[in-house]
């Protein structure tokens, strides 16, 4: 009984010993960003109230350390809609290149009327947010 205790003590002392060990040997995100979104595709610019329809946005990344993390979808109010695409940047080193990839945005309204998206597509020169605008009519 003595041997089998000093037995689970070493063993649990080995395995919190191991479970320590900092492995950096992976992509560690250095950076969380809103980018710019490069295009959207609305299917339908009119729809009937009640119906869901998919809203894709994508942006563009460097090749080996960027991509897609997230996006951001808000209700500005009743009828206009706020998106922008979040980028994360990792540690490894870049690639020459680039890539698209991008958000789905499930679109279920619950009134009728015109809802305006506004899209991030960065900030202009004096540092204000730019979007461009899609509006979707909504019977």
């Known amino acids: 009984m003595k041997k089998a205790l000093i037995l689970s003590m070493i063993s649990l002392s080995f395995a919190s010993l191991i479970s320590c060990n900092d492995n950096d040997d992976y992509p560690q995100i250095q950076e969380v960003f809103a980018t710019k979104i490069d295009s959207v595709k609305i299917p339908m610019d009119t729809m009937t109230l009640g119906v869901t329809q998919e809203i894709k946005v994508y942006s563009t990344f460097t090749r080996g350390c960027e991509g897609i993390y997230s996006y951001d979808y808000n209700y500005t109010s009743d ?10 940047k990792t540690n490894e080193a870049c690639l020459d290149g680039t890539y698209v990839d991008g958000s789905r945005i499930n679109f279920q309204p619950v009134k009728t009327g015109t809802y305006t998206f506004k899209f991030y597509t960065g900030k202009d020169t004096a540092g204000t947010n730019t979007y461009y605008e899609k509006n979707v009519v909504v019977e």
């Open 79 to 88: 009828f206009i809609r706020t998106v922008a695409n979040f980028a994360f």
